[in-house]
Each structure stands twice: as structure tokens, then as C-alpha cells.
């Protein structure tokens, strides 16, 4: 793109469709993918120099340089690292900070793989974990220690949406020099910037709304100035990268993720609203509804909300919850989330909190939904029907 100072800077779904500029690769409007592992330097003098742009495929190509820059600007990014999954990236920001004797502290409603690669993998390691309310704002300062150096936060939170205040969070790491890291795949860098908010990492799992389409798995790390030379050297440390064909999937799907983020939105609010009245549902947990405990925050950081919440039942059976779930035309029963269609899967709740108490099922079921890009109004009626059958059981 063509940036003189008289023009006002793209917005971010602009830059969606323009991140890089065509007429460095003969007008081809989208990078190529890459597929390589050798590079030939032209030269012993070549070979030896350390600044060379591509010196090996793990290291980075132009298809995987064209997605990082992508994700940089929108995130406003000191730099961007690829994973093979959202989890490898989380991991990869992890190992990357962390070393024996630290001390990190976790929100307690974070992604379960999350938690169990701190409790597993990174207490091998001798490093202390601990969990945190999601909710304690600035209450967080008094849980930091001399040893604390990286606080995970993620929000809304996984299955149970509390949101987080994440500039309270980053204003009392930052008075301790102790790093942010925040999940971000809920909002996307489109409807959340957290190093905006004061974090040091951003991650996402792109294998959700940026991938888009349920097929492929990818991850991103965002870091700001002060994490990007540890992000970068634990991300040549470890060796991992993502596949060319994947990343090119990504930089695809971030074409369309402005468009499709307003239909699930748009979507997701439409049904939220609609079973927020159903005398099947006891409580919706999602952010973008006023009524929500996490509401006030979500308007203050955020500028939209995807396509997935939590609802509570009333109580009822697992027979009862069968007859709803399985005759479902339109929402499939699987993990991840983030594509085209809509999915619902009971919230498996057991063993992922330890500092909170979990939020009561009062004898219903947590259920998770992922809104896709249906048109509402069968979504709507598939759920009626879905919840006829549950309270006629
Ligand atoms: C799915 C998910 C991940 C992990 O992403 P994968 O690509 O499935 O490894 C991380 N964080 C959150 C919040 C997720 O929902």
C-alpha cells in the first residue's frame, strides 16, 4: 500500500484486504507458498553473513513473513511468531518467558490444555504455578511475588466467558516489571488489541476465526517491545514452525475475517437474545448482552464480539439433553470452533478450576455454542425445536 502523510491510515478491515504490496512480486495479488526447507546463498561471503532475509525453511519464508507482517499490523506487534497449533503458539510464549525458580500466575477460567501444560509440563521444569480469579482487576498486585515473571490472562475465559480487566492487570505487571500474556482468540486481533491494553504477548489460535473454515490448525504470538527478543529467540530454539499450505490458509481467512466476524456476531447475538428468553435456559453468559457481569469491560476494550458463549439449562437429564443435542440439524457436536458453521457441546467443566469456586450447573448443563454463518433464523428454529424435545422428554 501507498502510505503518503496526507492520507488518513487504513482501517483495520481495509489493511485486511491490503496488507502488503502486490507490485513487490509483479502484481500477483496474494503471496506465494512457499514450500522449502534448503535456501541457496548465492555466495560463501553471502553464506556467512547472519542478516540474510531467508537462510533456512524452519526459519521463516516469505509466505510465512506475509502472514506475521499481517498479524503485526494489526496487532501493532514488535514482531509475530507462527505455530503449528493455537496451542503450540501458548506453549511457545510460555517456554520462551520461563525459567526454573519463576513464578507464573494463570487466570483460573483459562483454556484447559493451558492448564494442564503449566501443571504438567512446567512444574517439571521448577517452575511455580499458580491460579488466579479472572475477576481481580487490579487485585492482581497483591499476588505477584519477586519471582512472579509472566501473568496468563484470557478473556472472556474459556466455557465460563468472565471477562478480564486487562489494563488493570497489565498497569500492576508492568509496576513489577512482570510480563502480560493474553489469550486473545475469542476477539481476534479485529475486536481486542491487547498489547494496545498494555499486555507484552497476544496469542491466537488462527486455527479459529482467522483460519476460519475448520481446516487447518495454526497459531500466532503477537509480542510487544519488551517480550519480542525472547518470543523470537525461544521460537528458534524450539524448532517450531507452521506448514506453508496452513499459514497461506490463514492469510486467506484473515481476507474474509472482517465479514465474517460481523455475521457471527450479528448471529450469536440474535440467538444469545432468543434463548435468554426460553423457559428451558436458566442463564446466557456472553459479554456483548448488557446484562452480562462482564459487559462494562467488553464495551470499554473490546469493539465486537464473535459467535460463542455459554448457556446454562434448567435441570434436566442427560437423556433430556440427548434428545435436544442429537437430533440437531444444523449445530454438529465437535471441538475447536471458529468456522463457517455452528457447533454446541456440553461444557466439561470438572478439574479446571482451583482458585474459584466453578459456576453451578444447580442440576443443568453448561452448554458451549459456536454461532456460525447460517442465516439466524434456522438456527433459531433448530434450537426450538432442540429444546421442545428437551422439556418434553
Ligand atoms: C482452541 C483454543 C486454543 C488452542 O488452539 P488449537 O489450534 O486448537 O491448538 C487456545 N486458546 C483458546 C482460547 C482456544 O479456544
Redesign the pocket.
Known amino acids: 500500500m501507498n502510505h503518503d502523510d496526507a492520507f488518513p491510515p487504513p482501517s483495520p478491515a481495509t489493511r485486511l484486504a491490503h496488507p502488503d504490496d502486490p507490485w513487490t512480486r509483479q502484481g500477483f495479488v496474494n503471496p506465494p507458498v512457499v514450500h522449502a526447507s534448503t535456501v541457496l546463498h548465492p555466495s560463501l561471503d553471502a553464506l556467512l553473513r547472519d542478516d540474510v532475509p531467508y537462510s533456512y525453511g524452519r526459519s521463516g519464508t516469505p509466505t510465512s513473513e506475509a502472514l506475521e507482517t499481517a498479524l503485526g499490523q494489526l496487532d501493532g506487534a514488535a514482531g509475530v511468531r507462527l505455530a503449528p497449533?493455537?496451542?503450540?503458539a501458548?506453549t511457545m510464549t510460555l517456554l520462551s518467558v520461563l525459567k526454573a525458580g519463576d513464578h507464573l500466575l494463570v487466570s483460573d477460567s483459562v483454556?484447559g490444555?493451558?492448564r494442564r501444560f503449566s501443571d504438567q509440563m512446567l512444574a517439571r521444569f521448577g517452575i511455580a504455578v499458580d491460579y488466579y480469579d479472572p475477576c481481580i482487576g487490579s487485585g492482581i498486585a497483591e499476588l505477584l511475588r519477586d519471582e512472579t515473571r509472566l501473568v496468563w490472562a484470557?478473556s472472556p475465559g474459556?466455557l465460563t466467558f468472565e471477562m478480564q480487566d486487562l489494563p488493570a492487570l497489565a498497569a500492576a505487571c508492568r509496576a513489577r516489571e512482570v510480563l502480560l500474556a493474553v489469550?486473545n482468540?475469542?476477539a481476534t486481533p479485529l475486536y481486542c488489541r491487547p498489547l494496545a491494553l498494555g499486555a507484552d504477548f497476544s496469542v491466537v489460535?488462527?486455527?479459529?476465526y482467522i483460519v476460519g473454515h475448520s481446516d487447518a490448525?495454526?497459531?500466532a504470538v503477537s509480542a510487544g517491545p519488551r517480550g519480542w527478543a525472547a518470543l523470537q529467540r525461544g521460537a528458534r530454539l524450539l524448532g517450531s514452525c507452521a506448514a506453508p499450505d496452513d499459514v497461506y490458509l490463514g492469510l486467506r481467512g484473515l481476507r474474509t475475517l472482517d465479514v465474517r466476524l460481523e455475521r457471527h456476531q450479528r448471529n450469536g447475538l440474535e440467538v444469545a437474545r432468543w434463548l435468554q428468553q426460553h423457559p428451558a435456559i436458566a442463564e446466557v453468559r456472553h459479554p456483548a448482552l448488557p446484562d452480562d457481569p462482564g459487559h462494562a469491560l467488553w464495551r470499554r476494550d473490546f469493539s465486537g464480539a464473535s459467535g460463542l458463549f455459554a448457556v446454562r439449562t434448567r435441570p434436566c437429564s442427560q437423556a433430556a439433553l440427548a434428545a435436544c443435542l442429537d437430533g440437531l440439524r444444523y449445530f454438529g457436536m465437535g471441538y475447536?470452533?471458529g468456522g463457517f458453521e455452528s457447533l454446541i457441546l456440553p461444557a466439561r467443566l470438572k478439574g479446571l478450576r482451583t482458585a474459584t469456586p466453578m459456576p453451578a450447573n444447580e442440576g443443568g448443563w453448561w452448554l458451549r455454542l459456536h454461532v456460525g454463518l447460517e442465516q439466524s433464523g434456522d438456527l433459531i428454529a433448530d434450537l426450538d425445536e432442540g429444546l421442545k424435545r428437551l422439556l418434553s422428554y
Open positions: 497449533s493455537g496451542l503450540a501458548i483454556y490444555p493451558t484470557e474459556s489469550d482468540t475469542w489460535a488462527a486455527t479459529k490448525m495454526l497459531g475447536s470452533w
